[in-house]
């Protein structure tokens, strides 16, 4: 039987995530872990799951499809969701719990359910509206959800379903986060209950300041362009403000200079109060603020500043059980964990994540090699103590002594989710997901001066003297994301397939990149285009005197999706001399059309630095291009626009430049239909050997 291709098992596997335990929560008692998992690794609808730690039995608590066919005799209409479920994927994607973790809530096609995670019972709770990001209150009686721009309130029983606050307006909403609060802060929610389950504090969402942008379906004539409001940078953002609810009907609004810091970025409940974290517009100052829930009075509780921008990191702010804040600070070049101010991992240890806390302990992610991510503990006793020690990537959450510990290592690629609880032994979860058909064979490299961390992969069978490889860079390079790691990740194999088919695949992570301290990161500020690109020629030159007669350097093709994609542009329009052939994936090529939280912290505000965003836009290099240039973007992109691409294939044109375009009709930021993945990396391939000459 042949071997599967890797694009194929990308495509269908949706890059090795399903069949893999996700999203743990630990119950109160610390015996009772809940996950989602799909039932197989080409399965894409996800299941709710309970693990008995006592026995290391597993109980599914909720399918949805049986949930559906519980819902009585389905309609031709449910019919056809349950087969969108199973081909496009979906599930459960998504639940919450009540403090025991007792009752789980979940949204399914719009409709509210809960489930017994004890007797697995699950039912259907009718709603006024629509359901989205259903919450429990800590007591279990009822579940909060935003609906119909309204946050409501519904008995567990299906009784008394109200609104606690409906929109003012059809751009206002209640109880779901805005749009740079999701991309850019880490703020996925909207709703916090109190300690006792008698009120919520709700984010009230006006966007009515944003500007209003069009996406019509050139694939689809008929259909109506949809439209969405959208923060482009340097223009409004939305209204955002908060309230404290009472399940009577009584509201309180906060109070802080929201003109002065309009970004909220964190919010939460916890037994000493209501708080809110809160940013200024150029992002240099982050005030925490005690919320007084009598009359939404606010006093500071802290205050980070940074000449460049303030890092938000998830899970920040929060608080131990004793009250102590627990925060991030700067100092030198490490990002340390703070404990009321005063930081307490030691230089060099560079924070990534909080986690959560357990009482005193505060459960944490940070790297001292920026290749590797470990999972982390600190107690005012202990002090701060790595919990994890192969090299990898590994995260996890904890509560009442149970660990719930998962890692992706060189001998787990997919990840391996074990759980600890003390004095017993761990249990490891199932995970479905299949192995890789190949095997990623790195090479980590550190180059040049700057310590350049770099992958380097080789086809399989290749040996010294073979004779010189094409190049192909595979790079993000940006802020978001780091790409080379001790670890495995599903792009690591997506380079080793390219180094496959002949190459010499290099992957770099340059200025900018997290995980290197604050100083590497911000070492882009108010330019992110040249430190990229230098670093990626850099690290080119670099590999060369590395391993002399190793690299074509007359065929050089450079590859990248988003920031990578703008990057694998600016290479060959910038730098024709090192850069032969380059497919630029969902660039963003006009910063100016990027939401104002990310771009602005960056390049700051357009109308103040107009020349970091001419010197950073690909449009007037349009005119110098003399290499061959996919351009690839999904017309339904809402988060880089395919006015992106589309103006800078007109600039092109209109200069007279040659290039190639590929629409993708339907397609979002990443092509989610499967046959398209896959096609599409076989396209580039074809694309580079064709530009590079080799056949």
Do not use: C
Not at 370 to 384: M, R, V
Request: charged residues 25%.
């Amino acid at each position: 039987m042949p071997t599967e291709s890797l694009p194929r098992q990308l495509a269908r596997t949706r890059r090795l995530t399903l069949g893999a335990p996700a999203a743990p929560t630990v119950g109160a008692d610390g015996r009772t872990v809940l996950f989602l998992r799909s039932p197989a690794g080409d399965d894409p609808v996800g299941r709710l799951w309970a693990l008995d730690t006592d026995t290391g039995e597993e109980r599914l608590l909720a399918d949805p499809v049986a949930l559906g066919a519980a819902d009585g005799e389905p309609t031709e209409a449910e019919r056809i969701r349950r087969e969108r479920l199973r081909v496009l994927g979906g599930g459960i994607t998504a639940y919450t719990t009540d403090a025991a973790g007792r009752t789980a809530a979940l949204a399914l096609g719009g409709a509210l359910w809960t489930v017994d995670t004890v007797t697995g019972e699950a039912r259907r709770i009718p709603t006024a509206t629509e359901v989205h990001d259903p919450r429990p209150d800590p007591s279990g009686r009822r579940v909060a959800y935003a609906g119909g721009g309204a946050l409501r309130v519904v008995g567990i029983d299906g009784r008394g379903d109200r609104a606690l606050a409906e929109p003012e307006h059809e751009e206002v909403r209640y109880g779901l986060p805005e749009h740079v609060a999701a991309e850019s802060m880490h703020r996925h929610r909207a709703h916090w209950w109190s300690p006792d389950g008698t009120r919520l504090l709700v984010a009230r969402v006006d966007e009515r300041p944003l500007r209003l942008l069009h996406h019509a379906d050139p694939a689809d004539p008929a259909r109506p362009p949809r439209t969405h409001r959208y923060p482009l940078a340097g223009t409004d953002n939305a209204d955002v403000g908060l309230w404290l609810l009472d399940l009577d009907g009584g509201r309180v609004e906060v109070h802080w200079d929201r003109t002065g810091f309009e970004y909220l970025t964190a919010a939460g409940w916890d037994a000493h109060g209501p708080y809110a974290a809160v940013q200024s517009r150029d992002q240099r100052t982050v005030l925490t603020l005690a919320i007084d829930p009598a009359d939404g009075a606010t006093r500071v509780l802290a205050e980070r500043h940074d000449e460049h921008w303030v890092e938000l990191l998830p899970g920040l702010p929060a608080r131990t059980a004793a009250g102590a804040l627990v925060d991030a600070a700067d100092r030198g070049d490490t990002r340390h964990l703070t404990v009321d101010g005063a930081p307490v991992t030691p230089p060099g240890l560079q924070l990534r994540a909080v986690l959560g806390t357990d009482g005193e302990q505060v459960l944490f992610t940070a790297s001292d090699d920026p290749t590797e991510t470990h999972l982390w503990s600190w107690d005012p006793a202990a002090g701060a103590v790595r919990l994890s020690h192969e090299p990898g990537t590994h995260t996890g959450v904890r509560r009442a002594g149970t660990l719930v510990h998962t890692a992706r290592t060189p001998g787990a690629p997919t990840g391996r989710t074990t759980v600890h609880r003390p004095d017993r032994p761990a249990v490891t979860v199932r995970s479905h997901t299949p192995a890789p058909v190949l095997t990623a064979r790195p090479e980590l490299l550190r180059l040049g001066p700057r310590e350049l961390r770099a992958a380097l992969f080789l086809p399989a069978g290749h040996r010294p003297g073979d004779g010189p490889l094409p190049v192909l860079l595979d790079p993000y390079g940006g802020p978001a994301m780091a790409k080379v790691s001790a670890a495995p990740h599903w792009w690591d194999l997506t380079s080793q397939w390219f180094a496959d088919q002949g190459f010499a695949v290099l992957v770099v992570d340059g200025r900018g990149t997290p995980g290197r301290g604050p100083r590497w990161e911000k070492s882009v500020h108010a330019d992110i285009a040249d430190p990229a690109l230098d670093d990626q020629v850099d690290a080119l030159r670099a590999t060369a005197a590395l391993r002399p007669g190793l690299l074509d350097l007359d065929r050089v093709g450079v590859r990248g999706w988003s920031f990578g994609g703008f990057l694998a542009a600016l290479a060959v329009l910038r730098r024709p001399d090192v850069f032969h052939a380059a497919v630029a994936g969902a660039a963003p090529t006009d910063h100016r059309l990027y939401d104002t939280h990310w771009k602005e912290r960056f390049l700051g505000h357009p109308d103040e630095h107009p020349e970091r965003y001419e010197a950073a836009s690909l449009l007037p290099d349009a005119p110098g291009l003399r290499r061959p240039l996919l351009l690839v973007h999904g017309l339904a992109d809402d988060n880089v626009l395919p006015a992106h691409s589309l103006r800078l294939s007109a600039a092109l044109l209109a200069a007279g430049r040659p290039h190639e375009f590929l629409p993708l009709p339907g397609a979002g930021h990443s092509p989610g239909d499967p046959v398209l993945a896959e096609h599409l990396l076989h396209h580039q391939l074809d694309f580079l050997r064709r530009s590079l000459g080799l056949g």
